[in-house]
């Protein structure tokens, strides 16, 4: 089964934007998800089907996935966003994280 | 309110068995898939094992297959981990997630139960 490579971290300014990046082998031919994880807690779903938000998760997430890489994006990053950031697919009957990102607000 | 209580881990030697199970309340359970994702001290998620709604589909991550078993119990509203041959790599916080939508794993999570596998 194929590999998520996301990059290890990601600084942002408060009030900026954040860009995380998650590459595998034809990825838009697939759905992707993404997960916050902040220390000491479970996984948060913020991301799925590529782009659709669940109830409750602010609209500054969003997410976009096209040929190899799927792309989650946090517009006017707050303080509370700095967490661990896993995208997720699945290749045929097998689950996949990526590798994960940490996101940091300086 | 949905709610996943996992239970179950602790320590045990290398080649020892335990099993983890994951208590669901506030949604049908059976209309849902189920996995087991897992998480070693300062690493990232690791998806273990999926189960359908019927129990009809199972499917192991090749790190695990052969070893663990995934099985459910409708009528408690109940999702179990079997896990036999445990090695030192199994040493991790094992998760119990609800899947709703469409390819993902997890849209609810449980606290998680730490397994240590050490001698």
């Known amino acids: 089964s194929q590999g998520l490579t996301q990059p290890p971290s990601v600084s942002v300014s408060p009030g900026q934007t954040a860009s995380v990046t998650c590459s595998g082998d034809?990825?838009?031919?697939?759905?992707v998800c993404w997960y916050q994880q902040k220390p000491g807690q479970s996984p948060v779903l913020v991301i799925y089907?590529?782009?659709r938000r669940p109830s409750g998760i602010p609209a500054r997430f969003s997410g976009s996935n096209s040929g190899n890489t799927a792309t989650l994006t946090i517009s006017g990053t707050q303080a509370t966003d700095e967490a661990d950031y896993y995208c997720?697919?699945?290749?045929?009957?097998?689950?996949?994280f990526g590798t994960g990102t940490k996101v940091t607000v300086l | 309110e949905v709610q996943l209580v996992e239970a179950g881990g602790g320590l045990v030697q290398p080649g020892g068995s335990l099993r983890l199970s994951c208590a669901a309340s506030?949604?049908?359970?059976?209309?849902?898939?189920m996995n087991w994702v897992r998480q070693a001290p300062g690493k990232g998620l690791e998806w273990v094992s999926f189960i359908s709604g019927s129990s009809s589909n199972v499917f192991y991550s090749d790190s695990v297959k052969g070893r663990f078993t995934i099985s459910r119990d409708n009528a408690k509203d109940s999702l179990f981990l079997q896990m036999n041959s445990l090695r030192a790599e199994d040493t991790a916080v094992y998760f119990c997630?609800?899947?709703?939508?469409?390819?993902?794993?997890?849209?609810?999570w449980g606290q998680g139960t730490l397994v240590t596998v050490s001698s």
């Open positions: 506030g949604f049908t359970f059976n209309f849902y898939n």
């Open positions: 997720q697919t699945w290749d045929r009957s097998t689950g996949i």
């Open positions: 997630a609800r899947a709703v939508e469409m390819a993902t794993i997890g849209d609810n």
């Open positions: 089907q590529d782009s």
């Open positions: 034809k990825l838009a031919d697939k759905y």
